[in-house]
């Protein structure tokens, strides 16, 4: 995958070198690119000056980064006990199918990354979807199938029953 590295340098250098600005400047990069390319590991470690495997070992430590790409909507699915109890696997199940990819995947063309999570700590409004930083509750199958709709393809369906009206 080809990414625009050009903002790098400023987003790294408005941080003081040093292991202290580690987390800030990967969570940056998280957020600028949706996971931790290599080439940007390599370019924190540099002007940082950090080792490279002291920047690996933070990377993978925390579940907020990711060394894989991740879709523009993330799609995270509780299935603790509470969740699991009502229904979090057929939720899982659904979406695994709208968006034909498995949990831990991401979609071919980046729109899309499906996860299943521990306990989110809003048990009261099981079952849990969150999308990117959105939390949905009390999800069933019909509601998990339209977080999985983009603009486009809502477009494409407007036009084609437009069509079919005709
Ligand atoms: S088990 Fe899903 S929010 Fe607690």
Do not use: W
């Amino acid at each position: 995958m080809r990414h625009d590295f050009s903002k790098l340098p400023e987003l790294i250098d408005r941080h003081p070198k040093g292991p202290e600005s580690l987390i800030m400047v990967l969570q940056e990069i998280q957020r600028e690119y949706n996971y931790l390319p290599c080439e940007a590991l390599t370019k924190t470690a540099e002007t940082l000056e950090v080792p490279l495997s002291k920047v690996f070992s933070v990377a993978t430590f925390y579940n907020a980064f990711s060394l894989n790409p991740k879709g523009k909507r993330n799609i995270r699915v509780c299935v603790g006990t509470a969740c699991h109890i009502r229904g979090a696997k057929l939720i899982q199940d659904q979406l695994e199918n709208s968006l034909k990819i498995k949990a831990g995947e991401t979609t071919k063309d980046l729109e899309f990354s499906l996860e299943v999570v521990a306990c989110v700590g809003a048990c009261a409004m099981a079952p849990v979807v969150i999308v990117n930083d959105k939390y949905h509750g009390t999800v069933n199958v019909n509601s998990a199938r339209r977080l999985t709709k983009t603009k486009a393809k809502a477009k494409a369906k407007a036009k084609v029953k437009a069509r079919t009206k005709k």
